[in-house]
């Protein structure tokens, strides 16, 4: 039981981290980066989709993004898509590939990146506190009603401490290491 309580914790805390690195995924550096795609959806086939579900997406050089899609006729749809994105991009094909360059980002946008970056990091660390802030509550009620001894309601509370601290040293660690990547010139 007592087990069961810091797996739920971690298994919070972990899902907070994967969801901001998605997150961090789609934020722009100045290099291509098919992922940053993954925003745009396309009407295709009477539903809306991504469009890696329409074809391949690839990164031949840090300036470029080259869409090779599979039914050649969604080209045109493809295109528009992306213009109406808020990507900021201006693609352009030739009948076969959809090519989308990629542009140096501004200093000022690369600012801009950093503090969303930031932002969503610091929403990140307030997510894996309230799952410490919750656990630790569910800990102490489950002490006054006698479910667990206060020595092992200490020691869990402590761990789920440890836990805390080591995810936000995680999170600070992604923060850094992405803010590398957008001021990389």
Partial sequence: MQHKIVEEARAKMDKSIETLRGEFANIRTGRA???MLDIVEVEA????????????????DPH????DLWDKSLIGVVEKALRAS???VNP?????????????????????MVKLAAKLAE???????????????????QQK??????????RLTDEIQKLTDKHIEMIDGLLK??????MEV
């Fill in 145 to 154: 009603s006698g479910e667990i001894p206060e020595d092992d309601a200490h």
């Fill in 86 to 88: 808020p990507l900021n």
């Fill in 64 to 67: 470029l993004l080259v869409i």
């Fill in 45 to 60: 086939y009477g539903s809306r989709m991504k469009i890696n579900q329409l074809g391949n997406v690839t990164a031949p």
């Fill in 92 to 112: 352009s094909n030739d009948g076969r590939l959809i090519r989308i360059p990629i542009p140096p980002l501004t200093e000022e946008r690369r600012k801009e």
């Fill in 33 to 35: 980066n098919p992922g």
């Fill in 123 to 141: 929403e990140t660390r307030v997510a894996v506190r309230n799952v410490r802030r919750h656990t630790i509550e569910t800990i102490k009620s």
């Fill in 177 to 182: 290491s992405k803010e590398a990547d957008i």
